[in-house]
């Protein structure tokens, strides 16, 4: 998305000599060289020569070229001074200006809320002192950040004023900026001519002006248009024609324009090529330090992953984005990172649900076992105080507790008689087989726990570790009732369900077995719970069982 750029104001007149040297730094920002563009700012800053007012300028054009290469930590100390420069000498435009560029900072950095208090007081500042360009420059700005967090109708209105701002005034090329960032809301609004219309508008200004840097900044953005309308041609096209400019890693745009390539390969059903440019787009966000582009290129990898049935592999990679979200989304409450968590949440229980069902495939006494147990689980686990978010990846762990039954031959979980040593050997370790399964993945929550622990007992006589009592993970606690209740309730390979009142009676008086204050609560809930397919006397036969594997 395009940042506004400082106009260049100075009070005083300059000398040829100092006035060539800024015009030097300004042709090499319009070219991208931005090494080039700081060394021409610092010596600026050095000149004797200079008046006050330029030697304040040059730190506000040296911060700006500082953020442009990546390094915001440079960026803020050279600002800060700015702005405590302007304040001491008395001047509200000058604070206006450089605290407009401390804005864009901390913009890129993903600090909305800072940033647009410090736009807010940007614009105060410009208002005192009739700064027409900087309040068009900071309203660019604002529909910025209304953009990321999803306010897609006040980032329009926001860039309208600006644009309306900059027209009034005849400054063509932040006009032509404006225009691609309308583009980019009208892009995720879905009126796509309306955005193309836009970026052509931009694309000219910008030619006219010569202004290659910005140039290249459409270019990029108008990529996502081609993909948006499945224009794979033109897209990667595009996209071929910027990495031959970008011959180096210098390019800020380098790792979005892989992602865009990657994109493309597996909207062919090309997987390998998508991989390799997807994992080099997640080097340039590492590098740079990208939360945004990194969570989004490991989402795009995990439908990769998914499309290849790569399913450890996706869990990982939607894990990592799962928490490069949630860390955006913590941090500034962003409504855009907040609806793609959604989407990755929906992902996650579509793996975990796919993942339980070829557990359920090896057993016909067992379809939608994973399903009841997530459900039975989490209305207790709602009553024992989780959190929305905790109960997310609490239904996770659920859906995965019995993963480890794939090393469970088919014949053995089918088996209608009493299991041998050597079968109930095989059966008791599949908990651990399960952790294995999912070892090299960071799940947050208790989901490593859930899998690993859901059979131990409140004696601690159960596996796999003997834990006892208030040792064994809550959450393990929680899913054991919710296992034995659905076990007893549901046709087994060794006997038909039993009703309510039944597996009740068998669960507490298997005291050993649960949480005592868990388990009440939870058959309190279900004796008057309407729970479909629950057995009843009329229907079934009451068999003696006790709480089994």
Not at 160 to 188: C, D, F, W
Not at 419 to 433: F, G, Q, S, V
Not at 476 to 483: E, N, T, Y
Not at 491 to 508: D, K, N
Request: include cysteine.
């Amino acid at each position: 998305m395009t940042k506004s750029r400082p106009t260049i104001e100075l009070r005083a007149v300059e000398s040829s000599a100092v006035r060539a040297q800024i015009d030097r730094a300004k042709h090499a920002e319009r070219e991208g060289r931005w090494a080039d563009a700081c060394a021409s700012y610092e010596a600026l800053i050095r000149d004797p020569d200079a008046n006050p007012d330029t030697r304040l300028a040059a730190l506000r054009w040296l911060g700006r070229a500082y953020l442009e290469q990546g390094n915001r930590g440079a960026a803020l100390d050279v600002l800060e001074a700015a702005v405590a420069s302007a304040d001491i000498i008395g001047s509200p435009p000058a604070v206006a200006k450089a605290l407009n560029v401390v804005g864009i900072v901390y913009q890129v950095g993903g600090q909305l809320d800072q940033a647009a208090a410090i736009y807010a007081a940007a614009r105060g500042k410009a208002e005192l002192a009739g700064d027409g360009a900087l309040i068009a420059m900071i309203d660019q700005n604002l529909g910025t950040v209304a953009m990321i967090r999803g306010d897609l109708r006040g980032a329009l209105e926001a860039f309208r004023l600006s644009h309306l701002g900059y027209q009034t005034l005849g400054m063509r090329n932040h006009e032509a900026q404006v225009l691609n960032n309308i583009a980019l809301a009208y892009m995720e609004l879905g009126e796509l001519a309306d955005a193309e219309t836009s970026y052509n508008l931009a694309a000219e200004a910008f030619e006219e002006d010569g202004d290659r840097a910005r140039q290249l900044d459409l270019a990029v953005n108008k990529v996502q248009l081609y993909i948006a309308a499945r224009r794979f041609d033109e897209a990667l096209s595009q996209c071929e024609k910027l990495l031959a400019v970008a011959s180096d890693d210098a390019a800020p745009w380098r790792g979005e324009v892989f992602r865009h390539v990657g994109v493309i390969a597996r909207e062919r059903g090309d997987f390998v090529h998508a991989s390799e440019n997807l994992l080099k787009a997640e080097q340039h966000a590492l590098e740079s330090g990208d939360l945004l582009l990194h969570a989004d290129v490991s989402e795009q990898l995990a439908e990769v992953y998914w499309s290849q049935k790569r399913h450890r592999e996706m869990l990982q990679c939607l894990n990592e984005a799962h928490s490069l979200y949630s860390q955006l989304k913590a941090q500034h409450r962003v409504a855009q990172v907040e609806k793609r968590n959604g989407a990755l949440e929906a992902r996650f229980l579509e793996m975990a649900k796919h993942w339980g069902d070829s557990i359920e495939s090896k057993d016909r006494y067992t379809q939608g076992h994973c399903e009841r147990v997530a459900f039975f689980a989490c209305v207790l686990a709602d009553s024992a105080g989780f959190n929305g978010r905790s109960l997310f990846w609490f239904r996770i762990g659920a859906l995965l507790h019995d993963i480890g039954k794939i090393i469970v031959p088919t014949e053995v979980l089918n088996k209608p008689g009493k299991l041998t040593e050597e079968e109930w050997a095989i059966m008791k370790r599949h908990p651990e087989a399960g952790l294995e399964l999912v070892a090299d993945i960071d799940f947050p929550g208790d989901i490593t726990a859930i899998i690993r622990n859901h059979h131990e007992r409140w004696d601690g006589t159960g596996y796999p570790d003997c834990l006892k009592g208030e040792e064994i993970p809550l959450a393990a606690r929680i899913l054991c009732v919710a296992d034995v209740y659905d076990a007893l309730t549901t046709t087994r390979s060794y006997r038909p369900g039993l009703t309510h009142a039944r597996a009740a009676e068998i669960m507490r008086s298997s005291a050993g077995q649960f949480d005592p204050e868990l388990l009440k609560i939870f058959l309190d809930w279900a004796e008057t719970a309407d729970i479909p397919g629950r057995p009843t006397p009329q229907r079934l036969a009451i068999f003696a069982s006790s709480a089994t594997a």
